[in-house]
């Protein structure tokens, strides 16, 4: 890529795809392609085929995507399976069609079997049943991963998926029906500790509702009162999280200095060329939601409502492929809670 290359990122507006924008820019290039979803929705493919056809991207960053929560994937099972299949199939059949030098998919680490071994390597890929939860996003982002792969096979294009583990960071969806983990918890403590401190016009501001007892009311359905936040199982499950800043160094990273040549393992049958991005360090929720009070400054209690799910118990990424391809994180996960809080309480 040079600094003039015109680079398409699609889901600019998002957690990640904001994030390599502003990395992009950084770097200084200059040449750089958008689209909002309602100027062109990604799941339409005569509008993807025109866009194609006129703007001739020579690097695509594939970071559009439906992306929700674990009720959210359970229940718009049908939802995430076709709009993740359409979008991903008309950006990498077009990127081919227009000779894209080289695209960057995202999927994500739901691909892996449920029971993986800890952490989970690129080979645990398609070596036992899926999470039932999120299983219809998982095939589509499985299908991604076949498609670049397939596409490289039979066409010669040069086109790289990535697996995140967990993301978060600026512009993270914050909507407490809606949002991951640790963005809903910074919210509810955030929200519980002006509750103790009778803050009433904040908290309106930052639901957007018209009064206190609206206010109050919709957060005791989420278990936010002024002397505590409720949370969702034991506390014991494990989870990784990545800044989203460092997600989209990696993404560029990969984009400038590594092809898909770089992913093969040197058998004879080429698949799982996917690269795990990651910290390889987890957490349990108990010590996350504790990191999170401290931060908030919220002096409360945390009450685990053992009677909710738990889902899996650990949730690792071995990135050792990653690492030896020469990328590693910067921003700890301290650090990075610090600065979502701060980008939080900015926006307000
Ligand atoms: N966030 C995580 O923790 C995480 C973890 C692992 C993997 N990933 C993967 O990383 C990628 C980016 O995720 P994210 O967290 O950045 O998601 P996000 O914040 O929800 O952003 C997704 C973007 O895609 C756009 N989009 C969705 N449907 C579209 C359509 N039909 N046409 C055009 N644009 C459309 C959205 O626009 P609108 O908002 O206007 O619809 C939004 O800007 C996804 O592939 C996701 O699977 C994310």
């Known amino acids: 890529m040079n600094k003039d290359s015109k680079i ?132 589509s982002k499985i299908a991604g991963i076949k498609m670049c792969e397939s596409y490289n096979l039979q066409y010669g294009t040069n086109y790289i998926s990535v697996m995140p583990t967990n993301l978060y960071g600026p512009n993270d969806n914050f909507d407490l029906e809606k949002s991951h983990v640790l963005p809903a918890l910074i919210k509810k403590m955030h929200l519980a500790k002006l509750l103790s401190e009778n803050n009433k016009e904040q908290i309106i501001k930052d639901l957007s509702l018209e009064n206190f007892e609206d206010a109050k009311e919709y957060l005791l359905q989420f278990g936010v009162t002024a002397e505590s936040v409720e949370i969702w199982g034991s506390g014991k499950p494990k989870r990784e999280f990545l800044w989203s800043e460092d997600m989209a160094d990696a993404c560029v990273f990969i984009m400038e200095k590594r092809d898909f040549k770089d992913t093969l393992s040197g058998s004879d049958e080429i ?19 504790e990191t999170i009070k401290d931060t908030v400054g919220f002096t409360g209690k945390l009450i685990f409502n053992s009677d909710k799910p738990d889902g899996t118990m650990r ?30 309480v900015g926006k307000q």
């Open 315 to 344: 949730k690792l990424t071995d990135v050792s492929k990653l690492h030896d391809l020469g990328w590693n994180h910067r921003i700890e996960l301290k650090e990075g809670i610090n600065k979502m809080y701060e980008w939080y």
């Open 8 to 139: 398409y990122v699609a889901g600019h507006r998002g957690l990640v795809g904001s994030a390599i924008l502003k990395n992009l820019e950084s770097k200084g290039y200059r040449n750089l392609l958008t689209r909002t979803h309602s100027d062109l929705d990604l799941t339409n493919q005569e509008s993807v085929s025109q866009f194609f056809d006129k703007e001739k991207p020579e690097y695509v960053f594939l970071a559009a995507a439906k992306v929700g929560g674990i009720v959210a994937n359970n229940t718009y099972r049908a939802d995430f399976i076709y709009h993740n299949l359409m979008i991903q199939n008309n950006v990498i059949h077009n990127s081919y069609l227009n000779k894209v030098k080289k695209l960057l998919f995202l999927g994500s680490t739901c691909i892996y079997p449920k029971d993986a071994d800890q952490p989970m390597s690129e080979d645990s890929l398609l070596t036992g049943a899926l999470e039932y939860t999120n299983e219809p996003y998982a095939i």
């Open 271 to 289: 698949r799982n060329t996917h690269i795990n991005i990651g910290t390889g360090k987890d957490i349990s929720i108990k010590e996350l939601a």
